[in-house]
């Protein structure tokens, strides 16, 4: 039943279909007259955009406020002629507990399985460079999507015993799996704001990426982690190595990275969604 005392209708959206799907709820939106809120989170978005500037725009001008997750993508906005904000995306404090120590250095992998997530760059080069890391690391991979090509990717290459693959992680899996790992990585070729690196940044883990989407607002090059070109192999072998072979730098790397995303925390991001909700009604 439509409720008619709803003044706001915040939408989360992406690109292609789902942006399509929030423009049908902006047009209901603007029927009864209420208050539109966009949420942007699509790493896709500035190609969505190029391709339909017409389409996206007149879209975007029914809406009161539009919000992205990044400095980056604000600027993207702001350049094409829309003024938007800023807001964090939400993610729950850690739980943290001791692991024990079994001498490897454990790389962690979340994501959909596929190749714009980078996954297959990176078991080609750990099976590429497998007598530097055998014993020295193992790389645990969660995710969903193309599930067996990954496994027989990892047993053709014979990387069993340093790339394993965990099946989709939740829960108590999830939390072993980020109080165990001391890196994260994430080779991908598109992204937004990854929930992902936020979560592993909350463990205090070292992270390996890319320079797209808003990473760069949360990496700091050679600071708490490494930033690379999608694609770039050699950055993969020679960042994963660095960590491997030098204990100093990974806890270097890896310290107070948690206090870099206190923004994130759910407390944060309701005051600053409040405020936003109150200007508007004002």
């Not at 964090?88 to 024990?100: K, L, R």
């Not at 990176?122 to 014993?135: C, M, P, Q, S, T």
């Not at 704001?193 to 607002?217: D, F, H, K, Q, W």
Request: charged letters at 30%.
């Amino acid at each position: 039943m439509f409720k008619w005392k709803i003044k706001i209708v915040h939408i989360h959206t992406s690109q292609r279909k789902s942006f399509i799907r929030s423009n049908v709820f902006m047009n209901l939106a603007k029927v009864f007259k209420k208050k539109i809120v966009l949420h942007i989170h699509g790493g896709g978005f500035k190609d969505y955009y190029y391709e339909k500037p017409d389409f996206v725009t007149k879209c975007l001008r029914k809406c009161d406020v539009v919000i992205v997750l990044s400095e980056e993508w604000k600027d993207f906005l702001n350049s094409v002629g829309f003024a938007c904000v800023i807001v964090e995306n939400v993610i729950t404090e850690p739980v943290v507990h001791e692991v024990a120590d079994d001498g490897k250095v454990h790389l962690l992998f979340l994501g959909l399985i596929r190749q714009l997530k980078g996954i297959y760059d990176l078991v080609e080069v750990i099976a590429e460079h497998k007598d530097d890391f055998r014993g020295k690391m193992l790389l645990h991979v969660g995710g969903n999507g193309e599930t067996d090509v990954l496994v027989k990717m990892i047993n053709d290459l014979g990387v069993e015993d340093i790339v394993k693959f965990e099946g989709w992680v939740t829960d108590e899996k999830k939390i072993e799996l980020m109080n165990k790992c001391k890196v994260y990585i994430l080779p991908s070729y598109v992204e937004g704001l990854p929930l992902s690196i936020l979560e592993a940044m909350s463990y205090n883990m070292a992270i390996i990426s890319t320079r797209v989407g808003g990473i760069p607002s949360l990496v700091n090059d050679k600071k708490n982690g490494f930033l690379f070109e999608p694609g770039d192999k050699d950055s993969i072998y020679s960042s994963i190595k660095s960590l491997v072979d030098d204990d100093k730098l990974l806890k270097a790397m890896s310290k107070d990275n948690s206090q870099h995303i206190v923004d994130y925390y759910p407390d944060n991001v309701a005051k600053k969604l409040a405020e936003i909700y109150q200007s508007i009604l004002d």
